[in-house]
């Protein structure tokens, strides 16, 4: 059986964490594919949760056991990825499984499932309004913030990858958006 598989990916602050977290409360068959991370936990995240945090030693070895579907170094010594045993356990209780991964892992998990997974692109309405929104959520240090800044022209070259790119400006308007992409991608 053909299972399907959801995409989401952005630039950090767009907004993903928060659409991707309504379509899970709005379709109880999601299930998120918590992925390992090298970066320490921020704000109320958990272990298990959120993420599961990892040394960057504890890291590497698990990508010298090929237990990775992919993984990508998303910042100097941060490295974010997912692993196959993570996917196959969701997978196989019937969910359909949603990544919230950085572009190039996006383009990579899209290109390896075809079309079964739909890619969705979420796009800040500005850089302007990307940088407001990462100092609102008053989470990351002023260095990591210019981080994600510098990066966002680069990722946003990816936008034409994806099945889809959804603007996240109005949060409602954004949220009735991802949820009919999704509904009409699952109907069939
Ligand atoms: P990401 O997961 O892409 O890093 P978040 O979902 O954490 O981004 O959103 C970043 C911040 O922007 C959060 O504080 C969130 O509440 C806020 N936010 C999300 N969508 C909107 C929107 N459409 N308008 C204004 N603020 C938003
Ligand atoms: P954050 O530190 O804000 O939680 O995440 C930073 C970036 O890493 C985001 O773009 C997020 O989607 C991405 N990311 C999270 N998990 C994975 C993963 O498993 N693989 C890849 N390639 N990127 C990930």
Redesign the pocket.
């Given at each position: 059986m053909s299972k399907k598989l959801i995409i989401f990916s952005?630039?950090?602050?767009?907004?993903?964490?928060?659409?991707?977290q309504y379509l899970m409360q709005q379709n109880p068959n999601l299930a998120f594919s918590i992925s390992c991370t090298s970066r320490q936990p921020r704000g109320t995240e958990k272990n298990g949760v959120e993420y599961y945090f990892l040394t960057p030693e504890e890291f590497r070895r698990r990508i010298d056991n090929d237990e990775f579907l992919e993984y990508e170094e998303v910042y100097t010594d941060k490295f974010y990825g997912t692993l196959k045993s993570e996917v196959e356990r969701m997978s196989d209780a019937g969910k359909v499984v949603l990544f919230?991964v950085d572009v190039k892992g996006g383009v990579n998990i899209k290109k390896y499932y075809g079309e079964r997974a739909l890619s969705i692109f979420?796009m800040p309405p500005s850089i302007e309004?990307l940088s407001r929104?990462?100092h609102?959520?008053g989470t990351d240090t002023e260095e990591v913030i210019q981080v994600r800044l510098d990066k966002a022209a680069y990722e946003m070259t990816f936008a034409p990858q994806f099945d889809k790119v959804v603007v996240?400006?109005?949060?409602d308007v954004?949220k009735a958006e991802v949820l009919k992409l999704v509904t009409d991608f699952l109907k069939d």
């Open positions: 952005a630039h950090s602050g767009s907004g993903k964490s928060t659409l991707v919230d979420v309004e929104r990462l609102g959520r996240n400006d109005d949060l954004a």
